[in-house]
């Protein structure tokens, strides 16, 4: 009995130490502003966001917050991936740290391109990482079609 205990809680910290963690469940919404842009916005269920990102029309770019991540001195750049494709993306340091972390940079169409194919997310900032499973496939396609609306028109 013992040792049967002991092999399962080996098996459970393994589990816990691997990097390729299942991603959060989905929970994604979609808001929409003519002026501002669009975001896909992931709420964990009762509790807080946990991920938007956001094509801003004015001027054209691609804004990222990870709620749960939390900032690093001198540490810059955060990665946002969707399946194969990664962009690196320039983080504000200078925002309440409480917030989260926000990274904002191009709009690359190979992510846009990803995130419609149905790749899962996710976010890597100083050594901290969320993944999540991807949007429901029409609110990724709204949310590209938005993307792609605002890297043309420019605002």
Known sequence: MVRTALALAGVLLVGACKDDAPAVESS???QASAAAGAALVHGGSGGPELLRIACRRNPPDLLVVA????????????????????????????????AGVQAAGPIPAAFLAALEAGGALSVTYAGQTLKLAAPEPELAGQFVKACRQATTQGG
């Open 67 to 98: 709620g749960t991540l939390r900032p690093v001195a001198g540490e810059t750049v955060l990665d946002l991936g969707s399946g194969a494709f990664s962009v690196s993306l320039t983080a504000d340091l200078s925002l309440d740290p409480q």
């Open 28 to 30: 994604w919404t979609l």
